[in-house]
Structures are given as structure tokens and as C-alpha cells.
């Protein structure tokens, strides 16, 4: 008991430490918001799991490395709609730049 309570405080200190030092310099991207939340969910999943600090760090690895990887999709995804809507709404320049080439 005194283990899994170690774990969640120091699983709660660490972010709410990197909550405020984010949040005086600027915003955090999305790979490091889905690494933060996947690590933390994987420490506190392989700690109850693996019964130990152990089981935590393993989780907290494969968390973190997933989350990474979801937010970087999600990145990527909102860059692909933001391209899209560029291009479907902004016609006139496409058109002007082809008659300057002329």
C-alpha cells in the first residue's frame, strides 16, 4: 500500500510540475501532451498490474512511447484538415498566382 501511494504522488507531482512550467512559457504540442497522459497511464496501469516500481517504469515507457505516437497522428491529421480547408476556401489566390505566371 505504502508502494502504490509513492506511486500515485509522485506520478502527481511530476505533472503538476510540468503543468506549470508549461504553462509560463507556451503551449504544450500534442506529442507531449499524448506522451505525458500515455506515460502516466501506463505507470499507474504497470504498477497496479505488475505490482511494484518495476511494473510502473515498463508502463510508463510503453505509455509514453504509444502516446507520442497517437499524438503525433493527431498532428499530423490536424495539419492534413487545416491544408484542406486552406485550399477549398482560398480559390482566388490559386487563381491569381496561375494568371501571374502567364
Not at 500515455?38 to 516500481?53: K, S
Not at 495539419?79 to 505566371?101: D, G, L, M, P, S
Amino acid at each position: 500500500m505504502k508502494k502504490l501511494i509513492f506511486c500515485f504522488s509522485l506520478i502527481f507531482s511530476v505533472l503538476l510540475s510540468t503543468t506549470f512550467v508549461q504553462a509560463q512559457h507556451r503551449k504544450m504540442s500534442s506529442q507531449a501532451k499524448g506522451a505525458l497522459i500515455g506515460g502516466v497511464g501506463g505507470a499507474v496501469a504497470g504498477g497496479l498490474i505488475g505490482h511494484g516500481a518495476k511494473g510502473a517504469l515498463i508502463g510508463g515507457a510503453i505509455g509514453a512511447g504509444g502516446g507520442y505516437i497517437i499524438g503525433n497522428e493527431h498532428r499530423r491529421h490536424e495539419v492534413k484538415e487545416r491544408r484542406a480547408y486552406y485550399r477549398a476556401h482560398h480559390t482566388y489566390y490559386h487563381h491569381y498566382a496561375a494568371y501571374r505566371r502567364h
